[in-house]
């Protein structure tokens, strides 16, 4: 929610201070930046917020700080040779972009905030890991806070596309200190116990679990930003900045819905490792129906309602970017399902099935924009982008199910997508009539409540439930540590932590 709240003002703010063709070529630098940053880290990321869980349910504290040192190591090693491999190769990365030897300083900027944004990312796993979501949303704060304001004074100042990146560098730098500084000490502070030797078989299970993650990340992060650049080659900058945009808006109502699929690897982990596996089945089936619900909400209020969000930004982005907008909100269904279906499989030991699905869903949706993308442009690349969705949440729901202990409830699936079928039929219909596209979202939306509970995809007592365990998360009074201890932080155990089965 912060960042659609500070990352939509953001591209607002940067739109208007800057011309497409400044803003698409930053999109593309900080797209080739993205998806080399794939190939940092071997993706310990993940495993850290898996084995993290499990040796802090275990009490195994030493063992916790022994994965997060191993993982820092990986990132910071694999991402500095990425730097200067990309450093070296400046020049002819500009060239491979636009053709444009103006672009390999911007590209050098873009290279060495590698490192930092490969830290970043690793901080959430183990964040996740200790079950500190709340730092996620510190260092969050801190990158989108420092990237508006630096970006928007130096936009100010005359610095174009440069303005752009140094925001990017500049958040990313301090929120990655900040959090290793600070954060991270907190999350898994030393302990008396751990020996300076390094057990082999924990390093081998770390590294065997992320290895499969690393290449399934690779896939995901290509399908997002090989788009990107393939339009700035075939359209120009200006519609690598239109379909950014849209992309962006879709990134922020999946990751919005995906928080639940990022507290759904280590909850399920610590479960099966207390041997608490009869709840495993309710929480994903649970994961599923919330992601959908959770992610139908701006999902119909964009799709009902494209231009008048873009035009915030400008008409020219309304009038390039709404039909893509309505197709990437449909297409964010199917990408929440997989992300769900592969944090599941993770969290019960099938790393290899998240890849195999990543994988063929990435390579489905690559293969569609190199023909629709030279056809269609901008909405060509929201359609290939509908093509990945729909073939990923088929092989998440198919190969989770298939074969193993878990079963996908059909109510589950069903009765959520048909909620917001219908009430999206409903806004359209409003819309068809001439009314107002504020009057469209809000029946839409009155329709998606009501429809939920008469299906059962949403109960009032879930309702009622997910306010009351809001008002305890902020509640102050939760004793959140004990004081003096050198153990890792940890909540009083509460009745849902004592009998799985009630969460």
């Known amino acids: 929610m912060l960042a659609a709240a500070i990352g939509g003002v953001y591209w607002i703010v940067v739109a208007k201070l800057a011309p497409p063709g400044t803003v698409g070529q930053a999109n593309i630098i900080v797209a080739l930046a993205a998806v080399l940053m794939t190939f940092a880290g071997l993706g310990f990321n993940i495993g850290a917020s898996k084995f993290i869980a499990e040796h802090n349910s275990r009490r195994e504290f030493a063992e916790s700080r022994r994965v997060y040192s191993k993982t820092l190591e990986v990132t910071i090693a694999s991402s500095v040779v990425l730097m200067i491999g990309l450093v070296v190769a400046a020049s002819y990365a500009a060239k491979i972009t636009l053709g444009n030897s103006s672009l ?3 590209v050098v900027i873009g290279a060495l905030t590698l490192p930092f944004q490969a830290i970043f990312k690793t901080l959430y796993g183990v964040y996740q890991g200790a079950h500190r979501m709340a730092y996620c949303l510190i260092i969050d704060a801190i990158f989108l806070t420092l990237r508006l ?4 004074a130096l936009l100010l100042a005359g610095y174009g596309t440069l303005g752009i990146l140094l925001g990017f560098a500049a958040g990313y730098l301090a929120s990655t200190l900040f959090g290793m500084g600070y954060l991270a000490r907190r999350a898994i502070p030393r302990v008396r116990e751990l020996s300076s030797s390094v057990s082999t078989d924990s390093f081998r299970r770390l590294f065997d679990f992320s290895m499969p993650n690393y290449v399934a990340g690779i896939f995901l992060i290509a399908s997002i930003q090989i788009p990107v650049i393939l339009l700035g080659v075939y359209r120009g900058s200006a519609s690598a900045a239109f379909f950014n945009i849209a992309v962006l808006t879709k990134s922020i109502v999946v990751a919005i819905s995906g928080s639940i699929g990022l507290a759904l690897l280590p909850t399920v982990a610590a479960n099966i490792s207390r041997g608490s596996e009869e709840s495993v089945s309710s929480l994903y089936n649970l994961s599923i129906r919330s992601s959908i619900l959770l992610a139908s909400v701006p999902s119909l209020v964009f799709f009902l309602a494209p231009g008048v969000a873009l035009t915030l930004i400008s008409s020219e982005y309304a009038t390039n970017a709404s039909s893509a907008l309505q197709i990437l909100m449909v297409s964010a269904i199917g990408t929440v399902i997989l992300g769900t279906c592969t944090q599941m499989m993770n969290s019960i030991g099938r790393p290899l099935t998240a890849l195999y699905v990543t994988a063929a869903s990435s390579l489905v949706g690559l293969a569609a924009s190199v023909v629709t993308i030279p056809l269609w442009g901008v909405e060509g690349a929201a359609a290939a982008s509908l093509v990945s969705g729909v073939a990923g949440a088929i092989l998440g729901v198919t190969f989770l199910s298939w074969g193993g202990r878990l079963k996908t409830e059909v109510a589950a699936l069903a009765m959520p997508l048909i909620a917001v079928t219908l009430a999206a039929s409903v806004g359209e219909l409003v819309i068809v009539r001439g009314l107002s596209p504020y009057l469209a979202v809000g029946v839409s939306l009155l329709v998606l409540l009501t429809l939920s509970l008469i299906l059962k ?6 309702i009622g439930s997910m306010v009351k365990l809001a008002i305890q998360t902020v509640n102050p009074i939760m004793p959140w540590r004990r004081r ?16 799985p089965t009630v969460s």
């Open 104 to 106: 390999a300083f911007l």
């Open 149 to 152: 304001t630096l970006s928007v």
């Open 457 to 462: 995809a949403l109960t009032v007592t879930e």
């Open 484 to 499: 003096g201890s050198d153990l890792p932080l940890r909540p009083v155990a509460s009745e849902e932590e004592q009998n």
